[in-house]
DNA sequence: TTACGATCCGGACCGAGGTCCGCTTAATTT
DNA sequence: AAATTAAGCGGACCTCGGTCCGGATCGTAA
């Protein structure tokens, strides 16, 4: 009753904290309990599956990922797909899951400015930065699972990030309603707006990059004068 | 060739402004060559399929509102309902179209705050609580229209919301991007934000509103010291 | 009034997401 | 090793958004 447990979909719940704990160790806690610990069959399914998607991604863009498609590659029935990803988005977002983890990783215990060990107005700036040229890197796809406004806010790895930038708020203007500012930070780092922004705008990244910076200057309140 | 021209779908285009040009004549203008101008059948047809839909919606939600049901209760056919609207989403932004322009009548010609007359930081502060609570009126429509990112900004609505929102800003802060800053700010009052903070996060309106306040303070750095 | 052409209409058709349920298989227990 | 059971599997099936094209209709011009 109790399966080999690897390979989990959705990061592991990211911890309210009060204080700037920032311990690498935060990514193995807490995976215990809701990791469903598939069987083993259903594990190595899950993989060809993904795999599968990955490789129709590369061939045929994002378009291309269709369920039965993906299904078919591997060599799955339909059901199967829908069985370990619930949808078509939770397929996508578990494709996305390696880099949540890694950005994940780099600022909860990577090297400074990202990491700990600079001001919090640093991190707070490379944060954005890093957010946005990740999510640049692979816009079509985040773009692909971002359908459905519901469950856009509450996944666990944009939680993850939005705990992250209330953090560091919380250090830089302990005075502000932290919780409603970080998302409202995050949200304009939305791959959406982004697509809009670089693609349908014509904007360069360095624009977008200059863009977040001069926001936080003025969110926390540290503008240089011009 | 020339049919009565009445009930358009989109908003009249706005055209760009680096000058404040706030009058009211605005709405009319360019509604020419671009509006297809139906045919009267066209016409009629258009009409009931917009108030079939907002029956369906009353009646059953916008779930509600399949393009299938909405053909048959306006006892028409199916390939009508996207001849006219072009899809779903179409249909959805046609059944908004009708506070989208009130709301731009109001602060682009209405009465102070939100129309010409207060300052321009006080006007900015009145636009986002006005969206935000037309927004919340309807949220559900705004979010079940919302889907698609890529159409999301280009739509002329949110175009509309987003130039004002500049051109108060070139007023107040005419040394930063405000074309950034102004998508930056729209986006803030995203439909599917407000539909998590109020309804996922429990946030009560008033939090979002006084957000939007200091998040314009912030952004103009024009907050007065705690 | 009649003829003409552009526009529109309708519903059959398709593809893809998502559901369901009977069957299979992996892990556990005895 | 056999029995038990929870989990997984597969693919038929449904719904709904979107497309297409032959035929009907409207507005116009002669």
């Not at 299904?71 to 370990?84: D, E, N, S």
């Not at 919780?179 to 693609?199: K, V």
Request: with cysteine.
């Amino acid at each position: 009753m109790l399966y080999a447990c690897f390979m989990s979909s959705a990061l592991p719940p990211f911890p309210p904290s009060q204080e700037p704990l920032d311990i690498p160790q935060l990514l193995e806690v807490g995976m215990g309990p809701e990791e469903p610990c598939l069987r083993a069959d259903a594990a190595r399914n899950r993989a060809r599956l993904l795999e599968a998607a990955a490789r129709l991604i590369a061939e045929h863009g994002v378009a291309g990922v269709t369920m039965e498609a993906v299904a078919a590659a591997a060599q799955v029935g339909k059901g199967t797909v829908f069985r370990r990803f619930g949808d078509r988005t939770g397929l996508l977002m578990a494709l996305l899951d390696h880099s949540d983890r890694k950005l994940q990783a780099d600022f909860l215990g990577g090297p400074p400015p990202l990491g700990p060990g600079a001001l919090p107005l640093e991190r707070l700036r490379a944060f954005g930065v890093a957010v946005l040229y990740r999510r640049v890197e692979q816009l079509d796809l985040h773009l692909a699972a971002q359908m459905e406004p519901t469950r856009r806010f509450s996944h666990p790895a944009v939680t993850a990030l939005r705990t992250h930038i209330a953090m560091l708020l919380r250090q830089i203007v302990p005075e502000a309603d932290c919780e409603l500012l970080s998302q409202t930070l995050l949200n304009s780092l939305d791959p959406a707006l982004i697509h809009h922004q670089t693609r349908q705008c014509g904007m360069p990244m360095e624009r977008l990059e200059s863009g977040w910076i001069d926001l936080v200057a003025r969110v926390t309140g540290t503008r240089a004068p011009d």
